[in-house]
Protein backbone atom coordinates (compact mmCIF):
# COMPACT_ATOMS: atom_id res chain seq x y z
CA UNK A 1 0.00 0.00 0.00
CA UNK A 2 1.28 3.28 -0.83
CA UNK A 3 0.75 6.96 1.28
CA UNK A 4 -2.06 9.10 0.26
CA UNK A 5 -1.37 12.57 -0.73
CA UNK A 6 -3.07 15.62 -0.74
CA UNK A 7 -4.27 17.80 -3.58
CA UNK A 8 -1.63 19.68 -5.21
CA UNK A 9 -1.36 23.83 -4.06
CA UNK A 10 -0.44 26.76 -5.36
CA UNK A 11 -0.17 25.63 -8.80
CA UNK A 12 -3.30 27.31 -11.35
CA UNK A 13 -2.88 31.25 -10.76
CA UNK A 14 1.05 31.16 -11.54
CA UNK A 15 3.60 31.32 -14.64
CA UNK A 16 4.48 27.73 -15.41
CA UNK A 17 8.33 27.07 -14.23
CA UNK A 18 10.59 26.51 -17.12
CA UNK A 19 11.58 23.08 -15.55
CA UNK A 20 7.63 22.15 -16.49
CA UNK A 21 8.54 22.82 -20.19
CA UNK A 22 12.13 21.29 -20.03
CA UNK A 23 9.83 18.12 -18.81
CA UNK A 24 7.61 18.58 -21.67
CA UNK A 25 10.00 18.61 -24.56
CA UNK A 26 11.99 15.68 -22.76
CA UNK A 27 9.96 13.21 -21.46
CA UNK A 28 10.96 9.86 -21.11
CA UNK A 29 14.16 11.26 -23.09
CA UNK A 30 14.99 12.12 -19.54
CA UNK A 31 15.84 8.62 -18.06
CA UNK A 32 18.07 8.18 -21.18
CA UNK A 33 20.93 10.87 -20.34
CA UNK A 34 23.91 9.67 -18.26
CA UNK A 35 23.58 11.69 -15.22
CA UNK A 36 20.07 8.65 -14.56
CA UNK A 37 22.32 5.71 -14.94
CA UNK A 38 23.19 5.99 -11.56
CA UNK A 39 20.13 5.39 -9.80
CA UNK A 40 20.38 2.05 -7.79
CA UNK A 41 24.02 2.87 -6.43
CA UNK A 42 22.91 6.37 -5.69
CA UNK A 43 19.49 4.31 -3.73
CA UNK A 44 21.66 1.86 -2.21
CA UNK A 45 24.13 4.56 -0.59
CA UNK A 46 20.84 6.75 0.22
CA UNK A 47 19.16 3.61 1.92
CA UNK A 48 22.16 3.35 4.20
CA UNK A 49 22.98 6.61 5.23
CA UNK A 50 18.77 6.94 6.03
CA UNK A 51 18.81 3.92 7.71
CA UNK A 52 15.80 2.81 5.50
CA UNK A 53 13.72 -0.68 6.09
CA UNK A 54 10.89 -2.18 4.15
CA UNK A 55 7.66 -0.67 5.04
CA UNK A 56 8.89 3.03 5.74
CA UNK A 57 7.65 5.69 4.70
CA UNK A 58 9.50 8.11 2.14
CA UNK A 59 8.63 11.53 1.07
CA UNK A 60 10.38 12.33 -2.85
CA UNK A 61 10.61 15.94 -3.25
CA UNK A 62 11.15 17.01 -7.05
CA UNK A 63 10.44 13.25 -8.16
CA UNK A 64 10.73 14.05 -11.68
CA UNK A 65 9.66 11.02 -13.69
CA UNK A 66 10.07 8.51 -10.23
CA UNK A 67 13.51 6.82 -10.90
CA UNK A 68 14.34 7.14 -7.08
CA UNK A 69 11.08 6.68 -5.73
CA UNK A 70 10.58 3.61 -8.05
CA UNK A 71 13.83 2.12 -7.40
CA UNK A 72 12.89 2.12 -3.34
CA UNK A 73 9.86 1.19 -3.82
CA UNK A 74 10.99 -2.19 -5.06
CA UNK A 75 12.27 -2.62 -2.00
CA UNK A 76 9.62 -2.49 0.12
CA UNK A 77 9.61 1.07 1.00
CA UNK A 78 6.36 3.22 0.83
CA UNK A 79 6.84 6.12 -1.50
CA UNK A 80 5.36 9.16 -2.48
CA UNK A 81 6.90 11.05 -4.54
CA UNK A 82 5.74 15.39 -5.68
CA UNK A 83 6.87 17.08 -8.75
CA UNK A 84 5.72 20.08 -10.54
CA UNK A 85 5.96 19.19 -13.84
CA UNK A 86 2.63 17.08 -14.94
CA UNK A 87 4.22 15.00 -17.26
CA UNK A 88 7.04 14.02 -15.27
CA UNK A 89 4.21 13.03 -12.69
CA UNK A 90 2.66 10.95 -15.46
CA UNK A 91 5.58 9.17 -16.56
CA UNK A 92 6.16 8.37 -12.70
CA UNK A 93 2.55 6.96 -12.65
CA UNK A 94 2.48 5.16 -15.87
CA UNK A 95 5.35 2.30 -14.83
CA UNK A 96 4.97 3.01 -10.58
CA UNK A 97 5.94 0.00 -8.80
CA UNK A 98 3.21 -1.24 -5.86
CA UNK A 99 4.16 1.11 -2.97
CA UNK A 100 4.52 4.09 -4.79
CA UNK A 101 2.34 7.02 -4.89
CA UNK A 102 2.71 10.07 -7.19
CA UNK A 103 1.55 14.11 -7.45
CA UNK A 104 1.83 17.06 -8.86
CA UNK A 105 2.71 20.20 -6.44
CA UNK A 106 5.03 22.37 -5.19
CA UNK A 107 7.85 22.03 -3.23
CA UNK A 108 6.78 25.07 -0.96
CA UNK A 109 3.52 23.55 -0.08
CA UNK A 110 3.87 19.93 0.07
CA UNK A 111 0.73 18.17 0.42
CA UNK A 112 1.61 15.59 3.14
CA UNK A 113 0.77 15.82 6.69
CA UNK A 114 3.12 17.12 9.18
CA UNK A 115 5.48 14.20 10.57
CA UNK A 116 3.94 11.65 8.57
CA UNK A 117 7.49 10.96 7.33
CA UNK A 118 10.49 8.58 7.97
CA UNK A 119 12.32 10.18 5.62
CA UNK A 120 12.60 13.04 2.72
CA UNK A 121 14.47 12.92 -0.60
CA UNK A 122 15.82 15.92 -2.79
CA UNK A 123 17.47 14.71 -5.22
CA UNK A 124 18.91 16.57 -8.58
CA UNK A 125 18.25 19.35 -6.88
CA UNK A 126 14.38 19.20 -7.54
CA UNK A 127 12.79 21.73 -6.22
CA UNK A 128 14.82 22.98 -4.04
CA UNK A 129 17.67 24.21 -6.34
CA UNK A 130 15.16 25.46 -9.14
CA UNK A 131 13.35 28.18 -7.25
CA UNK A 132 15.51 31.08 -7.99
CA UNK A 133 17.14 32.20 -4.82
CA UNK A 134 15.54 34.42 -2.24
CA UNK A 135 13.41 32.47 0.16
CA UNK A 136 12.08 29.99 -1.93
CA UNK A 137 14.54 27.53 -1.20
CA UNK A 138 14.21 27.93 2.74
CA UNK A 139 10.23 27.87 2.61
CA UNK A 140 11.12 24.66 0.82
CA UNK A 141 13.12 23.04 3.35
CA UNK A 142 10.71 24.38 5.97
CA UNK A 143 7.88 22.14 4.42
CA UNK A 144 10.62 18.92 3.95
CA UNK A 145 11.43 19.60 7.66
CA UNK A 146 7.76 19.70 8.50
CA UNK A 147 6.70 16.34 7.22
CA UNK A 148 9.82 14.55 9.00
CA UNK A 149 8.88 12.44 12.00
CA UNK A 150 10.74 13.54 14.83
CA UNK A 151 14.29 11.51 15.02
CA UNK A 152 13.39 10.94 10.52
CA UNK A 153 16.16 11.63 8.16
CA UNK A 154 16.27 14.37 4.84
CA UNK A 155 19.13 13.66 2.28
CA UNK A 156 19.06 16.87 -0.30
CA UNK A 157 20.98 17.44 -2.71
CA UNK A 158 22.27 20.95 -4.12
CA UNK A 159 24.63 22.10 -6.68
CA UNK A 160 28.28 23.16 -5.60
CA UNK A 161 29.14 27.00 -5.25
CA UNK A 162 32.72 26.21 -5.34
CA UNK A 163 32.23 24.09 -8.76
CA UNK A 164 30.70 26.03 -10.88
CA UNK A 165 32.89 29.21 -10.45
CA UNK A 166 36.22 26.75 -10.77
CA UNK A 167 34.65 24.77 -13.66
CA UNK A 168 32.56 27.44 -16.06
CA UNK A 169 31.27 26.77 -19.32
CA UNK A 170 31.21 28.86 -21.67
CA UNK A 171 28.48 31.33 -22.05
CA UNK A 172 27.27 30.92 -18.92
CA UNK A 173 26.86 33.30 -16.17
CA UNK A 174 26.54 33.63 -12.28
CA UNK A 175 24.75 35.87 -10.22
CA UNK A 176 26.92 36.53 -7.21
CA UNK A 177 24.12 38.41 -5.55
CA UNK A 178 21.70 35.45 -5.64
CA UNK A 179 24.04 32.59 -6.28
CA UNK A 180 22.20 31.79 -9.09
CA UNK A 181 23.63 30.14 -12.03
CA UNK A 182 22.36 30.56 -15.62
CA UNK A 183 23.08 28.33 -18.49
CA UNK A 184 21.52 28.12 -21.99
CA UNK A 185 21.19 24.01 -22.20
CA UNK A 186 20.50 21.97 -25.56
CA UNK A 187 18.01 18.85 -24.74
CA UNK A 188 16.68 16.41 -26.72
CA UNK A 189 12.79 15.34 -27.34
CA UNK A 190 11.94 11.19 -26.97
CA UNK A 191 12.59 11.64 -31.16
CA UNK A 192 16.25 12.99 -31.16
CA UNK A 193 14.81 16.34 -31.85
CA UNK A 194 16.87 19.29 -30.01
CA UNK A 195 15.66 22.46 -28.25
CA UNK A 196 17.62 24.86 -26.39
CA UNK A 197 16.49 25.83 -23.21
CA UNK A 198 17.29 28.94 -20.01
CA UNK A 199 18.05 27.23 -16.98
CA UNK A 200 18.54 28.36 -13.80
CA UNK A 201 20.10 27.06 -10.83
CA UNK A 202 20.70 28.02 -7.07
CA UNK A 203 24.02 27.18 -5.98
CA UNK A 204 25.22 26.79 -2.72
CA UNK A 205 28.59 26.55 -0.14
CA UNK A 206 28.61 24.08 2.76
CA UNK A 207 28.05 26.63 5.52
CA UNK A 208 25.16 27.76 3.91
CA UNK A 209 23.39 24.48 3.93
CA UNK A 210 24.05 24.10 7.28
CA UNK A 211 22.51 27.67 8.59
CA UNK A 212 19.44 26.69 6.14
CA UNK A 213 19.07 23.40 7.83
CA UNK A 214 19.12 24.75 11.55
CA UNK A 215 17.02 27.23 10.31
CA UNK A 216 14.46 24.30 9.87
CA UNK A 217 14.79 22.18 12.63
CA UNK A 218 17.21 19.68 11.24
CA UNK A 219 20.67 18.84 12.46
CA UNK A 220 23.10 18.17 9.82
CA UNK A 221 24.96 14.59 10.53
CA UNK A 222 26.63 14.58 7.27
CA UNK A 223 27.53 16.89 4.70
CA UNK A 224 29.74 14.80 1.58
CA UNK A 225 30.86 15.99 -2.12
CA UNK A 226 29.29 13.52 -4.78
CA UNK A 227 28.34 13.92 -8.25
CA UNK A 228 25.09 11.81 -10.31
CA UNK A 229 25.62 8.37 -9.57
CA UNK A 230 29.07 8.84 -7.31
CA UNK A 231 27.57 9.11 -3.64
CA UNK A 232 30.32 8.75 -1.45
CA UNK A 233 31.45 9.59 2.09
CA UNK A 234 33.64 12.35 0.61
CA UNK A 235 34.52 15.47 2.48
CA UNK A 236 33.36 18.65 1.32
CA UNK A 237 35.85 20.04 -1.91
CA UNK A 238 36.39 22.02 -5.05
CA UNK A 239 36.14 18.97 -7.79
CA UNK A 240 32.62 17.52 -7.43
CA UNK A 241 29.62 18.97 -8.49
CA UNK A 242 26.88 18.35 -5.62
CA UNK A 243 27.03 18.49 -1.94
CA UNK A 244 25.07 15.76 -0.26
CA UNK A 245 23.15 16.83 2.72
CA UNK A 246 22.13 14.18 5.53
CA UNK A 247 20.07 15.79 8.23
CA UNK A 248 17.66 14.84 10.92
CA UNK A 249 14.38 16.14 12.71
CA UNK A 250 14.58 17.60 16.09
CA UNK A 251 11.38 18.81 18.15
CA UNK A 252 8.87 21.03 16.62
CA UNK A 253 9.83 24.50 15.20
CA UNK A 254 8.76 27.52 17.26
Known amino acids: ?13 RV ?12 PAYLRYSFTRGTESEVTFLADALGLAPGHRVLDVGCGPGRHSHALARRGIRMAGVDVAQRFVELACGDAPDGAAFVRG ?34 ALDGMADALRVGGRLA ?21 AEGVYHEVATVRDDEGGQSELDLWTTCFTPRELRLM ?3 SGLT ?3 LWSVGPGRYGRRPPDLDHPEWLVVAERGQARE
Request: hydrophobic share 40%; proline share 5%; net charge negative.
Open 106 to 139: DARRLPVAPRSMDAVLCLCQGGFGLLGGGGGEQA
Open 16 to 27: PHFYERLADIVG
Open 156 to 176: LSAVSAYFVLRYPEQGDTFDA
Open 213 to 215: CAR
Open 220 to 222: VLH
Open 1 to 13: MGIDLGRSQGLSA
